[in-house]
């Protein structure tokens, strides 16, 4: 074993010395590596070491801070070192930079790596890059060492107040006590803390539903707009031909042709006024549902299809302005004994991440299918969006993530969606996409929920 030292670093109040274990079979490539570590601005203690067992027998009496280990070594190459050094508790931790000129291939390598190698670096060595490599590694060390050192001084601290808490016996089980009493005080903080915490989620979860069901509400309303736009519009021209016509009987001008005529307007006013008054109570009714199951969270027997198609109607203005295509495959008479209100809010949230975060405005095509398999209802919602990348979708039903933050989203409404599944109806949800090739996300949910 040679040992060589280089210039120290400064640290504080002193010095930490870091020592690197240099192996090879070869003195002159020992020479190089020691010279090319020359002058290099840490505290180093060069120790050399001439084959794999002597590296074997210096890392068991010495702590290093890395191993400079050349693979092609007879009697014991540097795998089978690298293997054995691993093999020891001791040295389980040494970091392994493997040397070598002939095994720069990747499969080589990756031996090397399954064995514990930390790096490679390749024959000629580069100056720039062994000084890069070790400097990393010796930092590490020196921190560590310095760690130690300080939790050493604290350490001896502790034993000093412990022989003087010793002293005084009396002190020392009134500070146990006295401890005994923080720690409960603490635990009853923390767990009302906890409960306030779980409470100001349930309200901010509570205030998502209600900001969704406040956007169907505005939806809703300017659904309405037209058909009581066009009943207002009927209903005035109405009045004036009915007008018309009375002063036209009032005169004793009536002909058949008059009458004909007149008739004519009042059926085609009365059709249009009697569609009219079907659309809007067709969305009043399709709302009512809507707002009457996710405020009540009442439980009843639904008919999916319908229950679908009443969502979509609430949010038909909002499906419109983002140029958004639905299409429903869900057989009639596919019953649920369960919570309509929490199915709803799940499409709801769902149409609404697709609509902000898969279509990004560009419009797109949304299909839900349904059927049913035993006592199972599979309910598959599926768009052509943007899809998610595979590394995000384990993020996805995270409360608070969003792709949007400081846009407009809260990254609760995926959170939502998994909640209301597995806890209100009591099923299974999972997701799969791909990028640019849309999302689709299957509900598994018993036909009837459990008690």
Do not use: W
Request: proline share 4%; with cysteine; aromatic share 4%.
């Amino acid at each position: 074993m040679c040992s060589a030292a280089v210039p120290a670093l400064a640290d504080g109040g002193g010095t930490i010395t870091v020592p690197v274990l240099l192996v090879d079979d070869r003195r002159e490539n020992l020479a190089a590596l020691a010279a090319l570590l020359d002058d290099f601005g840490l505290a180093l203690e060069l120790v050399s070491a001439e084959s794999g067992n002597e590296a074997l027998r210096l890392s068991l009496r010495h702590e290093f801070a890395l191993v400079l280990l050349d693979v092609q070594m007879p009697d014991m190459d540097g795998l089978e070192t690298a293997a054995l050094l691993r093999a020891n508790p001791k040295t389980r931790q040494l970091p392994i930079v493997f040397v070598t000129a002939g095994m720069a291939e990747p499969p080589h390598q990756f031996a090397g790596y399954e064995l514990g190698a930390v790096d490679y670096l390749i024959k000629p060595i580069e100056p720039l890059v062994l000084r890069s490599k070790v400097t990393v590694f010796c930092e590490l060390y020196r921190h560590r060492r310095h760690q130690e050192a300080l939790v050493a001084e604290r350490t001896a601290e502790l034993s000093a107040l412990a022989r003087e808490l010793g002293e005084e016996v009396r002190a020392r089980r009134a500070a146990e006590q006295t401890l005994r009493q923080l720690n409960d005080e603490l635990e009853q903080r923390i767990d009302a803390r906890t409960r306030d915490l779980r409470r100001a989620m349930e309200q901010i979860v509570e205030s998502e539903k209600l900001a969704s069901l406040g956007g169907i509400v505005a939806g809703v309303a300017h659904e309405l707009n037209t058909p009581l736009g066009n009943i207002m519009l009927v209903a005035t021209a109405l009045d004036e031909r009915f007008g018309a016509f009375a002063q036209t009987v009032q005169a004793g001008q009536l002909t058949r042709t008059v009458l004909a005529n007149a008739v004519a307007d009042f059926r085609e006013a009365s059709a249009l006024l009697l569609r009219s008054a079907m659309r809007a109570s067709e969305l009043i009714q399709s709302f009512k549902a809507v707002a009457v199951d996710q405020t009540s969270a009442r439980r009843r027997e639904f008919d999916v299809r319908a229950t679908v198609n009443d969502i979509l109607n609430s949010l038909g203005t909002s499906l419109r302005h983002a140029q958004v295509r639905t299409v429903v495959r869900i057989p009639d008479g596919l019953r649920m004994d369960s919570y309509p209100g929490a199915l709803e809010q799940i499409l709801s949230n769902l149409i609404s991440n697709s609509i902000v975060h898969g279509f990004d405005g560009k419009g797109g095509e949304i299909v839900i299918d349904g059927c049913q398999r035993g006592d199972k209802v599979e309910l598959e919602y599926s768009d052509n969006g943007v899809g998610i990348a595979p590394e995000l979708q384990h993020k996805v039903f995270e409360p608070f993530y969003t792709t949007r933050l400081g846009q407009g989203g809260s990254g609760l409404g995926m959170f939502i969606v998994h909640n209301l599944t597995h806890g209100t109806l009591k099923g299974e949800i999972r997701i799969r996409s791909a990028v640019g090739a849309g999302m689709a996300v299957t509900l598994t949910l018993p036909a009837v929920a459990p008690a």
